[in-house]
């Protein structure tokens, strides 16, 4: 079975872009419960390598390694850069979310910060013609981060997994063709 529900929106989405093959080294920020490593991991392969950060502790999976840390810190983004031993990046997939408080003001601009982390180690990190895949609240901020994606890859589209609740405001952006 898969460790978070979260998983099921990964499966959608790699069902219809094909986003993780053999042989791939892949980023997956914001990682704990591991539903997505672990499908990462699994369609990646022995050849491929796996690399996952999060806030919170995440037990031990094949093939994936763990840095523990908020990723606000610079030492976490040192870690996970020093995890990569090297290796340029395919994929960078983000779906890190801030604890919600539920005020607007307050849990946009922090949405909306770790996405804005996540893009800067995708832009350190991915080979020309990456993929980076990032959760996103529609909100303050996120026509400015749509731009921002296009300026760094040549296509860039939205995508609502069935499994993400209608409702909520989350969306994923699929930027592809990094330009290095
Ligand atoms: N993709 C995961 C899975 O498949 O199991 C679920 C991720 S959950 C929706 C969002 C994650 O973002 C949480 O585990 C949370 O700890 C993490 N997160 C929130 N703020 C963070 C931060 N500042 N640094 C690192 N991770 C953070």
């Not at 806030?55 to 994936?64: I, K, S």
């Not at 996405?115 to 996103?136: C, H, I, M």
């Not at 996120?142 to 921002?148: G, H, I, Q, R, S």
Request: charged residues 25%; hydrophobic residues 45%; contains cysteine.
């Amino acid at each position: 079975g898969y460790r978070s529900r979260a998983s099921y929106k990964l499966l959608e989405l790699d069902a219809k872009d094909a986003l993780l093959k053999p042989g791939m080294t892949v980023i997956d920020l914001g990682a704990a419960p591991g539903g997505w490593s672990q499908i990462a991991a699994d369609k990646v392969g022995a050849k491929g390598c796996v690399v996952a950060s999060d806030l919170l502790e995440m037990d031990a999976l094949a093939g994936v390694t763990f840095v523990q840390g908020d990723f606000t810190e610079m030492d976490v983004l040192e870690r996970v850069l020093a995890a990569l031993e090297g290796r340029r990046v395919d994929l960078v997939m983000s779906d890190m979310a801030p604890n919600m408080s539920g005020m607007a003001a307050i849990d946009q601009p922090q949405a909306m910060y770790l996405v804005e982390l996540a893009l800067d180690l995708a832009r350190q990190t991915l080979s020309p013609g990456g993929r980076f895949l990032a959760k996103v609240f529609q909100g303050e901020g996120f026509d400015a981060y749509l731009k921002e994606l296009r300026s760094s890859f040549r296509k860039v589209t939205t995508r609502k997994p069935e499994a993400s609740r209608t409702r909520s405001r989350e969306v994923y952006l699929l930027a592809e063709g990094f330009h290095g």
